[in-house]
């Protein structure tokens, strides 16, 4: 996933080890699921990000995401 959209804004995952680049600019905040905060993770407010701000997101989730290995298919089940 490079980003979402949901009630909270914009959903942006950039990986754990970019975690205090991410910090850094306004408007940005960590997922919190049933109170914990999942590293990597960032809901950013669509008010607060317009044209280099909203590149700059894209650019940080695209350099995490492009780092993930690709995924296999499933397994099939046993019976």
Known sequence: MLCGAGK???LFQVGAETQ???ER???GRPLV???RPMR???WVDPAAIEG???NRWLALAEAHV???PAKTGRKAKRQ
């Open 8 to 10: 909270n804004g914009y």
């Open 20 to 22: 205090a680049v991410a």
């Open 25 to 27: 600019p306004s408007g």
């Open 33 to 35: 699921m049933c109170g």
């Open 40 to 42: 990597g993770f960032f």
């Open 52 to 54: 280099k701000a909203l």
């Open 66 to 68: 492009g780092m993930m």
